[in-house]
């Protein structure tokens, strides 16, 4: 079982930056694989990065590449998305998602626990 709170959303202007935090519980947060999702209104929710268990390897969507990377602090039980050069496109809630084992995956489908989501809003 993993908890997740993510924080550090807000409201930003066009080309500025955030760093979303995920912080998880328990000795199982270091057995996963953790995944960034975001979902804006109208639309489904979709897939933004994803990082291994021990954060060796890294994946990003493409509309993100370059512009988002993702960490994690297995130390501090968190995990980070550092979003620079930020888009009106970017606005949307963003989830922080777990998947208990080695291998990272881009659907949904394959996450088990989940953040209550933070908003990230980007003006024109």
């Known amino acids: 079982q993993v908890q997740l709170v993510e924080s550090g959303g807000g409201l930003v202007q066009a080309g500025g930056s955030l760093r979303l935090s995920c912080a998880g519980s328990g000795r199982t947060f270091d057995s996963c694989a953790m995944g960034w999702f975001r979902q804006a209104p109208g639309k489904e929710r979709e897939f933004v990065a994803a990082i291994s268990l021990s954060g060796t390897r890294t994946y990003y969507a493409d509309s993100v590449k370059g512009r988002f990377t993702v960490s994690r602090d297995n130390a501090k039980n968190t995990v980070y998305l550092q979003m620079n050069s930020l888009k009106p496109e970017d606005t949307a809630v963003y989830y922080c998602?777990?998947?208990?084992?080695?291998?990272?995956?881009?659907?949904?489908?394959?996450?088990?626990?989940w953040g209550q989501g933070t908003q990230v809003t980007v003006s024109s």
């Open positions: 998602a777990a998947r208990p084992g080695y291998y990272t995956s881009t659907n949904l489908a394959n996450y088990d626990y």
